[in-house]
C-alpha cells in the first residue's frame, strides 16, 4: 500500500500571523478526513517555526519549499536542510518548476540540494513535468524521464525508498487548466515505469502526486486513478477548508 499524500504548497503568500491561522485550520479540521491522508503543509520558511508550533501535536507534517545546495557558510540569502529540518521539517520541494524557470535550477543543482535533504533526514518531493510546448509536441514523456534520470537515479536505493515524486505539468499550474484524469494517470504510470527500471519493485512503494490546479472538484476524480497518489496543491491549498476537502478526495 503506497502513502497517499495531499501536500499544500503555499508558495510565496500568506503573512506569517495568516499562515499560523490556514495551519490551525488544517489541524483543526483533519479529523473529518480519512487518517489514512497524509497532510503535508510546506509554508515560506519564514513561518516555519511558528507554523511547527502550531501543528504541534497534530499528525499534519510540514515541509519547506526549498532549501540550499550546501551546507553552510558564506552564501548569503540561503537556508540550509539542516536548518529547516531543526525547525521542525520533515519534507523539502526541490526542483518545483518555479524554481527551474525563474531561478535557473539545473539538474547539477539539484543533485546537491537532494544530498542535502537525505544528509538531514528530509523527505524530498522532487518535481518534474513538461511545459506547454513539451506537451504540444509529444515530447513530455522524454522531458520527465531527463529529469528523473539526471536526478533520482543518481539516489541509493535506501534514499529512494524515502522519496516522493510530484508530477507537475507547467501549463495546468496555477491556470486553472487540470491534466484530465487520464492525462494524470497516463504518464504517472510511465514515470513509475522509468523508476522501476532503476529501483525495480521498491517503484510500486513510491507515492507519485500529482500538481497543477487540483481542487476539491477534481481531486477525488485525479486520485481515483492507479498511480496517482495525492497531490501537491498551490493556490487551493490557501483555504483550510478547500485544502482538506481535496483529502476527502480519497475513496480508494
Ligand atoms: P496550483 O494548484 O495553484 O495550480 O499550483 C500547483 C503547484 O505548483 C503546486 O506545487
Given at each position: 500500500m503506497r502513502k497517499k499524500i495531499v501536500a499544500g504548497?503555499?508558495?510565496?503568500?500568506?503573512l506569517p500571523a495568516e499562515g499560523v491561522e490556514l495551519a490551525k485550520g488544517v489541524v483543526a479540521g483533519r479529523g473529518e478526513v480519512c487518517s489514512c491522508v497524509n497532510f503535508i503543509v510546506c509554508p515560506p520558511f519564514t513561518h516555519l517555526a511558528m507554523v511547527a508550533e502550531a501543528l504541534k501535536g497534530s499528525d499534519v507534517a510540514l515541509g519547506a519549499q526549498n532549501c540550499a545546495a550546501e551546507a553552510k557558510g558564506a552564501y548569503t540569502g540561503e537556508v540550509a536542510a539542516s536548518m529547516i529540518a531543526a525547525l521542525g521539517c520533515k519534507y523539502v520541494i526541490l526542483g518545483h518548476s518555479e524554481r527551474r524557470q525563474y531561478y535557473g535550477e539545473t539538474s547539477a543543482t539539484l543533485n546537491k540540494k537532494m544530498e542535502q535533504a537525505y544528509a538531514n533526514n528530509l523527505t524530498p518531493i522532487y518535481c518534474v513535468g513538461e511545459n506547454l510546448e513539451e506537451r504540444e509536441a509529444g515530447k513530455h514523456f522524454d522531458v520527465v524521464k531527463a529529469q528523473i534520470e539526471e536526478v533520482v537515479y543518481n539516489l541509493t536505493e535506501e534514499q529512494f525508498r524515502n522519496l516522493v515524486i510530484a508530477y507537475e505539468p507547467v501549463w495546468a499550474i496555477g491556470t486553472g487548466k487540470t491534466a484530465t484524469a487520464d492525462q494524470a494517470q497516463e504518464i504517472h504510470a510511465y514515470i513509475r515505469k522509468v523508476l522501476a527500471d532503476k529501483f525495480g519493485a521498491a517503484a510500486a512503494e513510491c507515492p507519485i502526486l500529482y500538481g497543477g490546479s487540483c481542487k476539491p472538484s477534481n481531486a477525488a476524480e485525479i486520485f481515483a486513478k492507479e498511480d496517482v497518489d495525492g497531490g501537491l496543491i498551490?493556490?487551493?491549498?490557501?483555504?483550510a477548508e478547500d485544502f482538506l476537502a481535496i483529502g476527502k478526495g480519497f475513496a480508494k
Open positions: 504548497n503555499w508558495k510565496m503568500n500568506t498551490g493556490g487551493a491549498a490557501l483555504k
